[in-house]
């Protein structure tokens, strides 16, 4: 019998540090994201300007459904690619708007003629 309720103390006790480290792993988590609240406004079309192989801005918050107008301000040309935006190659002095509809996160792009160039797009 004795046996029997030390089992079970140490099972409730191997549970309740299971519990515990399941609330720290939450707060962790709550504490690195960021909450930013999703505006409540229709469609937008928002300027990424790309100039000196950077982009401006380099990280962008949008909500499903707006669009990107990538305008290419330097002398080479530029393509943009990532998991929602797939742009075709934008020549110099030229433009193209993608339209984002995908789900909320932190999506990266880079540029597929120079990779090293990498900007975000967050979508709230
Ligand atoms: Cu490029």
Same mark, same amino acid.
């Given at each position: 019998?004795?046996?029997?309720?030390? !089992?079970?103390?140490?099972?409730?006790?191997?549970?309740?540090?299971?519990?515990?480290?399941?609330?720290?792993?939450?707060?962790?988590?709550?504490?690195?994201?960021?909450?930013?609240?999703?505006?409540?406004?229709?469609?937008?079309?928002?300027?990424?300007? $790309?100039?000196?192989?950077?982009?401006?801005?380099?990280?962008?918050?949008?909500?499903?459904?707006?669009?990107?107008?990538?305008?290419?301000?330097?002398?080479?040309?530029?393509?943009?690619?990532?998991?929602?935006?797939?742009?075709? $190659? !934008?020549?110099?002095?030229?433009?193209?708007?993608?339209?984002?509809?995908?789900?909320?996160?932190?999506?990266?792009?880079?540029?597929?003629?120079?990779?090293?160039?990498?900007?975000?797009?967050? !979508?709230?």
């Amino acid at each position: 019998m004795k046996l029997k309720f030390t !089992i079970i103390f140490v099972l409730l006790v191997l549970i309740s540090g299971c519990i515990n480290s399941l609330n720290l792993l939450k707060d962790v988590t709550s504490d690195t994201n960021e909450t930013i609240e999703r505006p409540e406004r229709p469609p937008m079309t928002h300027e990424i300007i $790309i100039k000196d192989f950077k982009f401006a801005p380099n990280e962008i918050h949008i909500i499903p459904g707006d669009s990107i107008k990538w305008i290419n301000k330097d002398f080479v040309p530029h393509q943009m690619d990532s998991l929602i935006v797939e742009t075709n $190659i !934008i020549e110099k002095s030229g433009f193209e708007t993608t339209k984002i509809d995908a789900e909320p996160g932190n999506y990266e792009y880079i540029c597929s003629i120079h990779p090293y160039m990498k900007g975000s797009i967050i !979508i709230l």
